[in-house]
């Protein structure tokens, strides 16, 4: 596994790009507007980095990560990412994304939607919990002993395992908290989102505060909706 595709390249795809490249995997960069919008990140990354359509992004992914807007996520291409591992990034917010009915009775999960739309890929929730500046701070080596853990649900064992070797390579140790069905355990509104990887009481200007793994895991398995 050598080339990350990266569908959407904001915070959150710039950050994994960043790690991905520090790592040593080269990444393929898309967007909405196109991949001469993308110019100064791809030289920011260096030769590791290009950028293409999110359809060549997907192509060129050994691993693909969707991180967008959700009420975009039925513009994924479909058929260059069947049968691959996708991470999905994205979180339901009704304010940006328009009401989701099935999203607001819970009776599906944002990466089940996500799934459904990608019927032969194989997804997986990861990264959507931890805001993306203490997922460029957080990253260290593996066995340091203040590295943190990230929660990651799927349907796929093998993918998940994919995911995991991916997370291990760019910083970070990893949770299971099951299949897509259980990835609302750390979507928005409960213990797992956001403020636990962040210290301080303003969270948009907290500090990156190491979450290792049985302390992620522990609210995970707590987690109430
Ligand atoms: N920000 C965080 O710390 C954070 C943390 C965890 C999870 N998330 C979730 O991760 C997702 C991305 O968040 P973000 O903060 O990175 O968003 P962002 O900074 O607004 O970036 C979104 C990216 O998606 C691209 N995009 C939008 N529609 C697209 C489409 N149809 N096809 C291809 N690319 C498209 C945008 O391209 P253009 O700019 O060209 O439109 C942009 O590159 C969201 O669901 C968010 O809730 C965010």
Known sequence: MTTIGLIGSGYIGGTVARLAVAAGYDVVLSNSRGPESLTELVTELGPRARAGTAAEAAAAGDLVVVT????AYRSVPVEPLAGKV?????NYYPERDGQFAELDDNSTTSSELLQRHLPTTKVVKAFNNIFFRHLADLARPAGAPDRSALAIAGDDPAAKARVTEFLDAIGYDTVDAGPLAEGWRFQPGTS????????GENFWEST??????????ALVASAER
């Open 208 to 217: 990156a505060a190491e979450l290792p793994a049985d302390r992620i895991k």
């Open 86 to 90: 996708v991470i999905d990034t994205n």
């Open 192 to 199: 797992a989102y956001g403020r636990p990887y962040g210290s």
């Open 68 to 71: 967008i807007p959700l009420k």
